[in-house]
C-alpha cells in the first residue's frame, strides 16, 4: 500500500481552544517543508487524500481544515463536489486576481464554500476578495506592528473573522490578544506535526480510461459504472467520497451504481481529475506531463479547425502516451479498452481528422517541421496552442522531488 503524508498545524480560538487545522502537503516522512513544483498538485493531493482516502474525521475530527488552493485549481473547476463545512481553502496573496477568478470565487462562495485571505496586504486585489471571505489572515511575521494596528480596524468592518498568523513569541501572542484577533496560529503555540496514513494505490490505466470516457459528451452512467467497479482503489476511493461528510446522507451508498447516479458526470470528472493528479508515480511523473500537454493541445487545434466535439481531440492526446505508460503495443492496450473505431485509428495510424490533430501535436513536440501538417492553420495558431497547451501540463503535474 502508498504511504500518504500531511503536515498539521492547530488553530486557536481567543480562549486558546482548537477551532481548526491548516493542513500541508509533504511527499515523504522527513519532509519539514512542501517539497513540490506545482501548486495545483499540492491542491489536489491535499484535498484528494483529505476527503476521498483518509477521511476529514481521521484528520482534523470536527474540526475544520484549512488548505491552499491554486488559482488554476480553481478556475479549473476541480474544487466541485469539496463544498464540505468543514473545508476552508486558503487563497494566497500571490494570487493573480481578475474579473474571471472573482466571478469563479463568487459563484463559490454563494454555493456555501469558504475562504481565507491568508497574508492579508492592502491592495486592490486583496480588498476586491474581502466580499468572499469568511476569514482573513494577517502574517504577524513579516508585516510592522504599526501596519497591524491599522489594518484590524479596517477589516473589522467586514463581515469577517481574523486570524494571526506566524505568532512565534509571547509578546506577538499578547500584542494579538490586545487588538481581539479571533484566531491564532504559529511556532509559539505549534509546530506542523507530520501525519502518516496509508492509501491504495489506483490502477493508472483504469484512471486514464474513466477520464477519457468523462470527456466524451454522449457518455453513459453504464460505463462509467463499469470502469470504476473493476479497479479495487477506484471503487473504495469513490465510496469514501460518496459517503464523506459533504453529502451527509442519511444512509451510507454501498453501490458504485447508486454513487455514480447521485454524484453526476461534473463531479465524477473532478474526483477522477484529482485521483489521476494524486496517484502520479515517481517514474512516471513525466509521461503524465506529456499526456496532458498533448491532451491540452489536441483539444485547441480540434477547436480551432472547426471540430465538432474537442473533447475527443483532448482523449486522443491523452491515451497517445499508454504505450510509454504501461509498456505495452497501443493495438494490444486498445483492444482492451472500448473505444470508437475513430479514436483507434487516430491512435493507431494517425488516421482521419483527430489522427490528423495529433500527427500535428506530436510532430509540432518533437520539432519535426518537414512533417509537420498544419491543418490549415496559421503557424502562430499552432506556436499558440503548444505554448497554452505546455503551460497548462506544468501547472498540472509536477517532477517529484528526490528526499
Known sequence: MKEIYFARQPIYDQKLHIVGYELFYRHAEGDTTAQFLDAEMATSQVVLNTVSEVGLDRIVGEHKAFINVARDFVLGGHLAGFGLPQLVFEVAASIVV??????????????????????????????????????????????????????????????????????????????????????????HFSQPKLLKFKSIPSNQLAVLQLISKLHNPNVEIKEIETIISQDVALTYKLLRYINSAYFNLPRRIGSIQRAVVLLGIRNIRSWATLVSFANVDDHRSDLITVALERAKMCELLAEATGFKQKETGFTIGLLSVLDAMTQAPMDVILASLPLDEEINQALLQHAGPLGRILACTLAYE??????????????????????TALAEAYRATYELLKG
Open 98 to 187: 481578475d474579473e474571471l477568478l472573482l466571478h469563479t470565487l463568487r459563484d463559490l462562495y454563494q454555493q456555501g464554500y469558504h475562504f481565507v485571505l491568508d497574508d492579508y496586504e492592502d491592495n486592490e486585489a486583496y480588498r476586491a476578495l474581502l466580499e468572499i471571505a469568511d476569514y482573513v489572515k494577517i502574517d504577524l511575521l513579516t508585516t510592522p506592528e504599526e501596519e497591524v494596528r491599522r489594518l484590524v480596524p479596517l477589516l473589522r468592518r467586514h463581515k469577517v473573522a481574523l486570524m494571526a498568523e506566524r505568532i512565534e513569541t509571547q509578546s506577538i501572542q499578547e500584542l494579538c490578544q490586545s487588538l481581539h484577533f479571533d484566531y491564532f496560529q504559529g511556532y
Open 366 to 387: 518533437r520539432c519535426d517541421w518537414e512533417s509537420l501538417d498544419t491543418l490549415g492553420l496559421e503557424p502562430s495558431q499552432i506556436n499558440d496552442a503548444y505554448l
